[in-house]
C-alpha cells in the first residue's frame, strides 16, 4: 500500500512542497562529498512523518502553508539524520536500497553527516516561530538516542519484558509521529486541547508504526533493508516476546540457546518463523496495532478536526508490508 496513492490532492501537494525542500537541502551538497550526502537526502523514502504534519495542518479551520512546509522537511531531514545514526550501530550497508553512508564512507565521516544533518533539520524548524518548536524538537532529540542506547544495552536480552519493549520503541519511534502531530496542529492553530488528543493519536501510530516494523523483519517482504536483521543481531522485539508468552517450556528453552548462541543456521531461522506462524504472531500484533489506533481515533473524532485524511493513515499504518 502505497501512502501517496490514498490520500486527496490536497494533501498531496502539500507533501510535494515538502520534498522539494527538502531536495533544496540536497542540492547545497550537491558538490560536497562527492555528492553521496545530497543523494542520501534526495533520497526521501515513504515521508510519514511529513504527512503527518500535512494531515493535521489541514485539519482545522486555519493553515499556515509555509510552516507547514518547513517543519515536514525539517522532520523528515531529523528523521533521516536517526537513520543514518542508527546505521552506524547497526553496521547497515543498505537503506532505502541504496548504498549507507557508512557503507560508502566509514563510521566517524557518516556519524558525522548525521549531525549535519540534524543542523539542517534545526535551521529549518527554527525558522517557524510557533510554541517552542525546537524546545520540543531538542527533547525529542533526546529521548530518540535514549531509545537507541537501551535498545543496545538490552541486545541479546531474550528475557526483555513488554513493558520495556514498548518504552524503547516508544522513545525510538513515537516521540518522533508525536512531535509530527503537534507540529501539524500548532500549524493549524489548534486549541491546547485538541492539540493533547491528537498527540495522543500521533503517538500511537508511532507506536504501532513501529510494532509493524517489527513485524516485516520477519516476514522478509521489505526492499527497503535486509530482511531478518533483529534475528540475526538478537535484538528482542514484540514477535519474539510474545512466542515466548505463548510457548510451552521445552521451546522456550530452545529459542533462549538459539538467541545466546552466535550463529543462526538456516534450520533454526526455519524453526522460529514455523512458530511464529503456528501462534499467529504477526497477525496478533497487527490486530493489536488497530485496536491501539483505533480507540485514539474514536477520541480524535469527538473533537472538532476533520478525520477523514488522517483515517487512510490508520488503515495505511496498520496494513502496510514495506
Same mark, same amino acid.
Given at each position: 500500500?502505497?501512502l501517496?496513492l490514498?490520500?486527496?490532492?490536497?494533501?498531496?501537494n502539500? $507533501?510535494?512542497?515538502?520534498?522539494?525542500q527538502?531536495?533544496?537541502?540536497?542540492?547545497?551538497?550537491?558538490?560536497?562529498f562527492?555528492?553521496?550526502? %545530497?543523494?542520501?537526502i534526495?533520497?526521501?523514502?515513504k515521508?510519514?512523518? %511529513?504527512?503527518?504534519?500535512?494531515?493535521?495542518?489541514?485539519a482545522?479551520?486555519?493553515?499556515d502553508?509555509?510552516?507547514?512546509?518547513?517543519?515536514?522537511a525539517?522532520?523528515?531531514?531529523?528523521?533521516l539524520a536517526?537513520?543514518v545514526h542508527?546505521?552506524?550501530i547497526?553496521n547497515?550497508?543498505i537503506r532505502?536500497?541504496?548504498?549507507?553512508?557508512? %557503507?560508502?564512507?566509514?563510521?566517524?565521516?557518516?556519524i558525522?553527516m548525521g549531525?549535519?544533518?540534524?543542523?539542517e533539520?534545526?535551521?529549518?524548524i527554527h525558522?517557524?516561530?510557533?510554541n517552542n518548536i525546537?524546545g520540543?524538537?531538542?527533547?525529542?532529540s533526546?529521548?530518540?538516542?535514549?531509545g537507541?542506547?537501551?535498545?543496545?544495552?538490552?541486545l541479546?536480552n531474550?528475557?526483555l519484558s513488554?513493558?520495556t519493549?514498548?518504552n524503547?520503541?516508544?522513545y525510538?519511534?513515537?516521540?518522533?509521529?508525536?512531535l509530527a502531530?503537534n507540529m501539524?496542529?500548532?500549524c493549524?492553530?489548534?486549541?491546547?486541547?485538541?492539540?493533547?488528543?491528537?498527540?495522543?493519536?500521533g503517538?500511537?501510530i508511532?507506536?504501532?508504526?513501529?510494532?509493524?516494523?517489527?513485524?516485516i523483519?520477519?516476514? %522478509?517482504?521489505?526492499g527497503?533493508k535486509?530482511p531478518?536483521v533483529?534475528l540475526?543481531?538478537?535484538?528482542?522485539?514484540?514477535p519474539?516476546i510474545?512466542?515466548l508468552?505463548?510457548m510451552?517450556e521445552f521451546?522456550?528453552?530452545?529459542?533462549s540457546?538459539i538467541?545466546a548462541?552466535?550463529? $543462526?543456521?538456516?534450520?533454526n531461522?526455519e524453526?522460529i518463523l514455523?512458530?511464529m506462524?503456528e501462534?499467529k504472531i504477526?497477525?496478533t500484533?497487527?490486530?493489536?496495532c488497530?485496536?491501539?489506533i483505533?480507540?485514539?481515533?474514536?477520541n480524535?473524532?469527538?473533537?472538532?478536526?476533520?478525520?477523514?485524511?488522517?483515517e487512510?493513515?490508520?488503515?495505511?499504518?496498520?496494513?502496510?508490508?514495506n
Amino acid at each position: 500500500m502505497n501512502l501517496d496513492l490514498i490520500l486527496n490532492k490536497e494533501i498531496k501537494n502539500i $507533501t510535494s512542497k515538502i520534498a522539494n525542500q527538502i531536495d533544496s537541502v540536497a542540492q547545497q551538497y550537491e558538490q560536497d562529498f562527492q555528492g553521496e550526502l %545530497a543523494k542520501i537526502i534526495s533520497n526521501k523514502g515513504k515521508m510519514v512523518r %511529513a504527512n503527518v504534519v500535512a494531515l493535521f495542518a489541514k485539519a482545522g479551520n486555519q493553515f499556515d502553508s509555509d510552516s507547514t512546509v518547513k517543519l515536514g522537511a525539517g522532520i523528515e531531514i531529523l528523521h533521516l539524520a536517526s537513520l543514518v545514526h542508527d546505521d552506524v550501530i547497526d553496521n547497515a550497508h543498505i537503506r532505502r536500497n541504496r548504498k549507507t553512508l557508512m %557503507a560508502t564512507f566509514d563510521n566517524k565521516i557518516a556519524i558525522l553527516m548525521g549531525d549535519l544533518l540534524v543542523a539542517e533539520a534545526l535551521k529549518l524548524i527554527h525558522s517557524v516561530k510557533k510554541n517552542n518548536i525546537v524546545g520540543e524538537v531538542i527533547e525529542v532529540s533526546k529521548y530518540l538516542a535514549m531509545g537507541e542506547i537501551y535498545q543496545m544495552q538490552n541486545l541479546h536480552n531474550i528475557a526483555l519484558s513488554r513493558e520495556t519493549y514498548y518504552n524503547l520503541i516508544y522513545y525510538k519511534t513515537g516521540k518522533l509521529f508525536e512531535l509530527a502531530t503537534n507540529m501539524g496542529c500548532q500549524c493549524a492553530n489548534l486549541d491546547p486541547q485538541t492539540i493533547k488528543v491528537s498527540c495522543e493519536f500521533g503517538k500511537s501510530i508511532g507506536i504501532s508504526f513501529q510494532m509493524i516494523d517489527d513485524v516485516i523483519d520477519y516476514e %522478509a517482504k521489505s526492499g527497503n533493508k535486509a530482511p531478518l536483521v533483529d534475528l540475526m543481531e538478537r535484538k528482542t522485539t514484540l514477535p519474539i516476546i510474545l512466542l515466548l508468552e505463548n510457548m510451552g517450556e521445552f521451546d522456550k528453552k530452545k529459542l533462549s540457546t538459539i538467541w545466546a548462541s552466535k550463529d $543462526t543456521p538456516k534450520d533454526n531461522i526455519e524453526w522460529i518463523l514455523g512458530m511464529m506462524e503456528e501462534y499467529k504472531i504477526f497477525s496478533t500484533i497487527r490486530s493489536m496495532c488497530q485496536k491501539n489506533i483505533l480507540h485514539n481515533l474514536e477520541n480524535l473524532k469527538e473533537s472538532q478536526i476533520n478525520t477523514v485524511e488522517i483515517e487512510k493513515l490508520t488503515h495505511y499504518c496498520i496494513n502496510r508490508m514495506n
